[in-house]
């Protein structure tokens, strides 16, 4: 009696098992990401017009940032980095819960000669690109740089930034660091001189990318240490992310947190206390200037004009008269002597 429960429960397990994959599937297939797409409402347009762009499959409740670049394709992405787009005229959407949108957006020329896409990247959450090809009328056009044989480089060790802030940079000064990470060309071909797109971005904003050539050669199979310059505007400070693109890919990210520059809070607040100080005293010295020599002189001394002395001279009781007052040198008086 005590064998048959394991045996029951053998029998069990081996009639569940043949079911469990068909249940992992469905579930598995479920839990695959969509892939965003992008419409747009014409396939080219003139300088002034108005685009409405479209999309689904992105992650909801996301920002999203919609722009006009040259120089760019969607094979090889856009070249240059958002210096190729027209940043001025670029507008923002948010996806709805279910990862949709739509937004007009105006049609301008880019900075870059056409071929020229519509480009609809994430600005928060997980980075999703798309790249829809349009054709901006009227723009002059130039055909893409040639890719350089099969060499590719990939990125081998986690990016850091090296270098220290200066005593300046408590005083505004735009901070500076040195990026470094070590690549690996898995090509067949060397790749010369390649050039890479370094970029920082400041909380929810997209990153403003900057194209940076590094001199050298590097081998097929053989890696090199790239050191690039990064550098932030004046006044710069919080949380920065730096990124680090090649071949219209982000192949690297390091974030960089800066310092509140306090010396230049020290200096207004010093500031605040010194100006009105100052004005103070050049009030009063004008006040001083414009008052009574009689006043200046009694605000210097620190005290008022002595108050009159009183006149010594008293009048007389009203008794006393001019004649009898008496008087030594009276000569009219009668005297009595001799007389009974």
């Known amino acids: 009696m005590q064998r048959a429960v394991p045996t029951a ?11 469990a994959p068909a249940l992992a599937a469905p579930a598995l297939g479920a839990s695959t990401v969509p892939t965003p797409t992008v419409e747009l409402s014409a396939s080219q347009a003139g300088k002034g017009g108005d685009l409405t762009v479209s999309g689904a499959g992105w992650p909801a409740k996301t920002l999203l940032i919609l722009l ?19 940043n001025a005229d670029g507008r923002a959407v948010t996806t709805d819960s279910e990862g949709a949108f739509e937004k007009k957006l105006p ?7 056409c071929p020229c896409v519509v480009h609809v990247a994430t600005v928060t959450g997980e980075q999703r ?18 890719q350089t044989g099969d060499g590719r480089l990939a990125v081998l060790t986690p990016t850091g930034l090296r270098g220290a802030s200066g005593l300046l940079v408590l005083f505004g000064a735009p901070p500076s660091r040195t990026l470094e990470f070590t690549v690996g060309n898995l090509g067949t071909t060397p790749v010369k001189d390649p050039v890479f797109q370094v970029g920082t971005a400041h909380g929810v904003f997209a990153p403003q990318w900057e194209e940076q ?3 050298g050669t590097i ?15 004046a006044g710069a400070h919080g949380d920065y992310a730096v ?29 605040a206390l010194v100006v009105p100080t100052a004005l103070f005293r050049i009030g009063m010295a004008v006040v001083d200037r414009v008052r009574p020599p009689g006043s200046r002189h009694a605000r210097r001394t620190g005290r008022a004009h002595p108050p009159a002395a009183p006149s010594t001279t008293t009048a007389a009781p009203p ?13 009219d008086r009668p005297t009595t002597k001799g007389h009974s």
């Open 9 to 19: 429960l053998l029998a069990a397990l081996l009639l569940i098992l043949p079911a």
């Open 213 to 215: 050539q590094w001199r």
């Open 129 to 146: 690109v798309v790249d829809a090809e349009f054709v901006v009328a009227g723009h002059p056009t130039a055909p893409l740089p040639e």
């Open 219 to 233: 081998k097929p199979g053989e890696k090199a240490r790239i050191e690039l310059p990064v550098q932030l505007a």
């Open 107 to 113: 049609v301008a020329e880019p900075p870059e000669p």
């Open 319 to 331: 008794w006393c008269t001019a004649d009898s007052a008496p008087s030594e040198n009276r000569t």
């Open 243 to 271: 990124s680090v693109k090649y071949g219209g890919k982000v192949v690297a990210e390091q974030p960089w947190g800066v310092g509140r520059p306090w010396g230049v809070t020290v200096f207004w607040v010093l500031l």
């Open 68 to 86: 006009i670049c040259g120089k760019s394709s969607p094979g090889t992405g856009v070249i240059g980095g958002t210096n190729s787009c027209a």
